[in-house]
């Protein structure tokens, strides 16, 4: 696929962008491959959660401005579907996992904030580098910031254009862990098997209803939420049977069978 390598781990899937040259900056070919590999790891009951990563030490550099000057044009619509970056409009039933390493900048700081958990490099940085060319953020991260670290320091974010480092973005809520530089991956996976082993229906079901419920009012949040659990209330019950049985209790492992 133009621009991206996917691969397995387990049930774990691995999207990784493959643009070195470019500090991985998604051109359109790029962003079509992205959104058709997250299609298909949404239709893939094997795979549980997903990482979304970069190769060679960045995770994103933001849409190729270079393609763009070169007459790249991308459709845009202002629905969901295919984003200009590629999946950032995309509501999943699964968990994505950002593992960062480097710059996710610009387009590539909305694709972090497009997945769930953010797990960064000590030297990671995050900014909306494209305010110094005039460029807009179109793929939903004037929409997710705010939601993920509050609107005064989105509204700093998004204003000045600043770098912002992996021990602020952490204070921030921005990134949940923070690791040695290249070791981003790795606990990114490490992330990724532990939500593997947790029964899936109630996972998943609670994670829609927590994305679900910014677009509707109080009570149709809570029918949607009840909707949610009720679809998973049978995996519910197998698990109160094995605490009732002494698994998982006293913060024993509660995956055990």
Same mark, same amino acid.
């Given at each position: 696929?133009?621009?991206?390598?996917?691969?397995?781990?387990?049930?774990? +899937?691995?999207?990784? $962008?493959?643009?070195?040259?470019? +500090?991985?900056?998604?051109?359109?070919?790029?962003?079509?491959?992205?959104?058709?590999?997250?299609?298909?790891?949404?239709?893939?009951?094997?795979?549980?959660?997903?990482?979304?990563?970069?190769?060679?030490?960045?995770?994103?550099?933001?849409?190729?401005?270079?393609?763009?000057?070169?007459?790249? *044009?991308?459709?845009?619509? *202002?629905?969901?579907?295919?984003?200009? #970056?590629?999946?950032?409009?995309?509501?999943?039933?699964?968990? @994505? &996992?950002?593992?960062?390493?480097?710059?996710?900048?610009?387009?590539?700081?909305?694709?972090?904030? =497009?997945?769930?958990?953010?797990? /960064?490099?000590?030297?990671? &940085?995050?900014?909306?580098?494209?305010?110094?060319?005039?460029?807009?953020? &179109?793929? #939903?991260?004037?929409?997710?910031?705010?939601?993920? $670290?509050?609107?005064? +320091?989105?509204?700093?974010?998004?204003?000045?254009? *600043?770098?912002?480092?992996?021990?602020?973005?952490?204070?921030?809520?921005? @990134?949940?862990?923070? @690791?040695?530089?290249?070791?981003?991956?790795?606990?990114? #996976?490490?992330?990724?098997?532990?939500?593997?082993?947790?029964?899936?229906?109630?996972?998943?079901?609670?994670?829609?209803?927590? !994305?679900?419920? =910014?677009?509707? /009012? !109080?009570?149709?949040? $809570?029918?949607?939420? #009840?909707? !949610?659990?009720?679809? /998973? &209330?049978?995996?519910?019950?197998?698990?109160?049977?094995?605490?009732? /049985?002494?698994?998982?209790?006293?913060?024993?492992?509660?995956?055990?069978?």
């Amino acid at each position: 696929m133009s621009g991206i390598v996917v691969r397995n781990e387990g049930a774990v +899937r691995v999207v990784t $962008i493959d643009r070195a040259d470019r +500090r991985n900056a998604v051109d359109h070919p790029t962003a079509v491959a992205l959104y058709e590999a997250f299609l298909a790891f949404d239709g893939d009951e094997t795979a549980h959660v997903a990482i979304l990563t970069g190769a060679d030490g960045h995770f994103c550099g933001g849409a190729d401005l270079q393609a763009m000057a070169g007459g790249e *044009r991308r459709p845009l619509t *202002r629905d969901g579907g295919l984003g200009p #970056m590629g999946p950032t409009r995309m509501v999943l039933g699964k968990p @994505v &996992i950002a593992a960062v390493e480097g710059y996710a900048v610009a387009g590539g700081l909305e694709l972090a904030a =497009w997945c769930d958990l953010r797990v /960064a490099g000590q030297s990671a &940085i995050f900014g909306v580098f494209c305010r110094r060319f005039g460029v807009p953020l &179109i793929d #939903m991260g004037t929409i997710r910031l705010p939601r993920l $670290i509050g609107g005064g +320091r989105a509204a700093e974010m998004i204003l000045t254009g *600043r770098a912002v480092g992996a021990a602020e973005a952490l204070a921030w809520g921005l @990134v949940t862990q923070v @690791v040695a530089d290249g070791a981003a991956l790795a606990a990114a #996976m490490v992330l990724a098997h532990s939500l593997c082993a947790f029964p899936q229906a109630a996972l998943r079901g609670d994670r829609l209803s927590m !994305h679900q419920q =910014w677009a509707l /009012a !109080h009570d149709a949040a $809570i029918a949607n939420e #009840m909707e !949610h659990g009720l679809a /998973a &209330i049978s995996q519910g019950l197998e698990g109160a049977a094995r605490f009732s /049985a002494g698994v998982g209790r006293h913060g024993g492992d509660a995956t055990a069978r």
